[in-house]
């Protein structure tokens, strides 16, 4: 299921429609700067958490307004008489907290000097050891040390009204015998004290999983270590599977962005009409537009998704094409982008003189392709040629529901789909009319997805099968393929 959520004039964004999964695993929302990152993530937090919008968004326009939907419900806030009003329909079930990198964290409020300099002086017997979950994970993530904080407390604020109000528990550490207070910590500490305090609160309240939880991490990367938010994506992996929650970090990191998969990546493009294009799936490449990662290689070889590096890998190897040669097969998402960056490779030399660049794109994209590069005035000499398959999405839908390719789909209903059988989703999708406009066969594969996250199987397994039936079916145009990777590769 997702969340669709609708924002109208609200800072840098001026229309955007956007639906976001709530099924647990970790998702990023990434884009170049001022592309409206931060800007989605607080609205999308708005659906759980009643912010006075003013402070989060500043002035806006008279029709600025935020639409939800969700599950039958909805939720809308627009303004009327130049005040923010907040109506429903339904009740959204969804949960969870949002947490700002810098600027909106829980950690900044009522921090006046003249309160700091309170907090700094408060009574040793107001504080209280901090919960366990928080002491340890703020020592494996920060230090690979779970006992580094063992000697962490809090204190309510109800106990320190006498000083001032403020918002949620104050933490204190000890260190060689002097107590230092959450707002001398560094910024990791105080970043991220405050996710593990509202991770630990929400998992107390988990007492069913079947409700959604929905984390927003805004630009966590400024304030941590590349070898802390590693140890962090690996740590939220863990609590994600474990109470359900759909993690999503508003981030252009390389270090958290490659650590997601494309399915799960959300990229705000902004055109140069001001326009918001989001690019689902995508792919770390393309989102972060950097290559440096991959110099040294002999051979790039830029494909558009993860089913063609496949194809491409299992042909380099059955073939015996690797040699002493090193290649990278890099994913980058639809064929403009895969042309875009093969041009922007060229132009800025991202990855040296020494490496051949090379262009394997889907089947049923050629005509679109040529006509693009024409329109573009490309012209960068970069070897191209064509896979024997169009997208995933796009040959799973011709091969299981336009024309039934019977022995593809009896392979793939006795080996993966055991409970729910394929059968039983292409029924449901012809009875439901989808494949009226399913052009792509996202719909389709939506549906396929869902079936195999609930069995905890992954798109890389139906990927796998794809290429098996490839390679033993399709020869004469697999070779096609073969000859070209040949003749690039001497």
């Not at 008279?62 to 005040?83: C, H, L, N, P, R």
């Not at 063992?150 to 949620?168: A, D, T």
């Not at 959300?266 to 990662?293: G, K, Q, W």
Request: proline share 2%.
């Amino acid at each position: 299921m997702k969340l669709k959520i609708s924002i109208n004039k609200i800072k840098s964004i001026d229309n955007l429609t956007i639906e976001l999964p709530i099924d647990k695993g970790l998702y990023a929302i990434t884009g170049q700067n001022g592309a409206g990152k931060s800007t989605l993530a607080t609205c999308a937090s708005s659906v759980f958490f009643n912010m006075t919008m003013k402070d989060y968004f500043g002035e806006t326009p008279v029709d600025s307004k935020i639409e939800f939907e969700y599950d039958g419900a909805t939720k809308t806030y627009s303004k009327e008489q130049g005040k923010w009003v907040s109506k429903k329909q339904g009740y959204i079930q969804l949960k969870g907290f949002y947490e700002g990198s810098l600027i909106y964290g829980n950690r900044f409020r009522n921090t006046s000097f003249e309160n700091l300099r309170k907090l700094d002086k408060i009574s040793h017997s107001l504080l209280k050891t901090s919960p366990e979950f928080i002491r340890e994970n703020l020592g494996l993530i920060l230090h690979n040390n779970k006992n580094f904080y063992q000697k962490l407390f809090s204190v309510n604020p109800g106990s320190i009204r006498h000083i001032g109000n403020f918002y949620g528990d104050i933490f204190y550490y000890e260190i060689n015998g002097k107590i230092v207070s959450q707002f001398h910590m560094s910024t990791g500490e105080n970043l991220l004290i405050s996710i593990l305090n509202s991770l630990n609160i929400r998992n107390s309240d988990r007492t069913t999983l079947s409700t959604p939880c929905i984390l927003l991490l805004d630009e966590i990367e400024l304030a941590l270590h590349p070898s802390s938010l590693k140890r962090l994506v690996v740590f939220l992996k863990d609590i994600s599977n474990k109470f359900n929650y759909a993690v999503y970090f508003s981030t252009h990191s390389l270090e958290l962005i490659s650590s997601i998969k494309p399915d799960n990546i959300y990229f705000l493009d902004r055109h140069s009409d001001h326009s918001l294009e989001v690019i689902n799936p995508c792919y770390p490449a393309y989102a972060t537009r950097m290559l440096y990662d991959h110099t040294g290689y002999d051979y790039i070889i830029l494909v558009e998704d993860d089913l063609a590096r496949e194809i491409i890998r299992r042909l380099l190897k059955q073939n015996a094409l690797w040699g002493n040669k090193l290649i990278y097969i890099l994913p980058c998402g639809g064929f403009s982008n895969v042309i875009d960056l093969a041009q922007e490779v060229i132009s800025s030399n991202l990855v040296g003189k020494t490496a051949n660049i090379n262009i394997i794109l889907d089947a049923d994209v050629k005509t679109q392709a040529e006509s693009y590069i024409a329109n573009n005035g490309i012209s960068n000499n970069i070897p191209l040629n064509y896979l024997p398959i169009e997208s995933l999405e796009k040959y799973l839908k011709a091969k299981l529901f336009d024309i039934v390719d019977h022995k593809l789909f009896r392979h793939l209903n006795d080996f993966v789909f055991h409970q729910v059988s394929l059968n039983q989703i292409i029924d449901d999708y012809r009875s439901s009319n989808e494949h009226i406009k399913d052009n792509n066969g996202k719909k389709l594969y939506e549906r396929i997805d869902k079936e195999l996250r609930a069995r905890n199987k992954n798109r890389s397994e139906i990927v796998e099968m794809i290429v098996e039936y490839l390679t033993a079916n399709d020869k004469q145009n697999v070779d096609k393929i073969i000859d070209f990777l040949k003749k690039q590769l001497q």
